[in-house]
């Protein structure tokens, strides 16, 4: 009975080769072959996203150089070097050599898809493989009106504003049940400003009641003796004996109480 991968056999590949084929996997094929970004680790099971989805860029995939063949050395058509972003293939045709060129998922070929030996060497320049800008296409948007598309090199990719996000499907945005920056920023302002304005306005107030308790203090009976005492020697540099200098002051008193406590009722 023959083996089940029938590539494992040692007269089909090379070892180098047959290391490189362990290395594939469907969840590289589904990246080389779709606009996914992000696959599944299992390609046969439904996995939940995004813990038991896995991004293409960390799947390996195989190194085709190790299925290169070189051309006899006096052979005037040498096989280029690789393509950047695709590859070739070479067959026969009519018994002259054939390089056929494609692209990666994601690049457009521009210039001649194949290239043919001649006598003179080979009849055309390589192709190169360009970027498609998938956001382009207005008749079949890759992503939901929802969202906004952005081209990648290779891919493209779904935006959405703040406070929306991807959902599953990566092309639709959806609520995700929360404020915006934005508004998180204008109530940290708000706040700030009511606080200023409220510290603001209690100093007003304070220096505002603390100058008006200065300016409504009573006269005290010191106050009065100063002022006694302060009248006797003006009186005694103006020559006025100190018992008519008293009952002048005696005077003066009593019409002081008297604004004090108010007039009679």
């Known amino acids: 009975m023959g083996t089940v991968f029938w590539w494992k056999n040692s ?3 090379t070892e180098a080769q047959r290391q490189e084929l ?5 969840p590289r094929v589904i990246c ?3 606009g996914l970004t992000r696959v599944p680790v299992d390609a046969f099971r439904i996995g939940k996203f995004p813990q038991d989805f896995q ?3 960390d799947i390996p995939s195989m190194d085709l150089q190790l299925w290169r063949e070189t051309l006899p050395q006096d052979d005037k058509c040498v096989f280029p070097e690789k393509v950047d972003n695709g590859n070739f293939v070479h067959c026969e045709e009519s018994g002259k050599l054939v390089l056929v ?3 990666f998922h994601g690049y457009r070929l521009q210039g001649q898809e194949q290239v043919t030996c001649t006598q003179n060497g080979w009849d055309s320049e390589p192709p190169v493989c360009k970027d498609v800008n998938e956001c382009a296409d207005l008749t079949h948007p890759p992503c939901h009106p929802s969202a906004k598309c952005k081209n990648t090199k290779g891919s493209f990719q779904c935006v959405c504003t703040d406070p929306y996000v991807l959902g599953e499907d990566e092309k639709t945005c959806i609520d995700s049940g929360r ?3 934005a508004s998180w920023v204008s109530i940290a302002l708000g706040a700030l400003l009511i606080g200023g304005l409220a510290s603001l306005t209690w100093t007003v107030i304070c220096r505002w009641t603390h100058a008006a308790k200065k300016s409504t203090l009573p006269i005290t009976e ?3 003796r100063m002022t006694t005492q302060s009248g006797f020697r003006k009186s005694q540099e ?3 004996s100190p018992h008519k200098a008293a009952a002048q002051d005696t005077g003066q008193m009593k019409r002081t109480r008297i604004w004090i406590q108010g007039p009679p009722v």
């Open 238 to 240: 103006r020559g006025i």
């Open 222 to 224: 010191r106050d009065t």
């Open 55 to 57: 991004s293409c860029e």
């Open 11 to 13: 007269h089909v590949f």
């Open 179 to 181: 404020l915006p920056r």
């Open 22 to 26: 362990e290395k594939h996997s469907l």
């Open 32 to 34: 080389d072959n779709t």
């Open 101 to 103: 060129y494609s692209c």
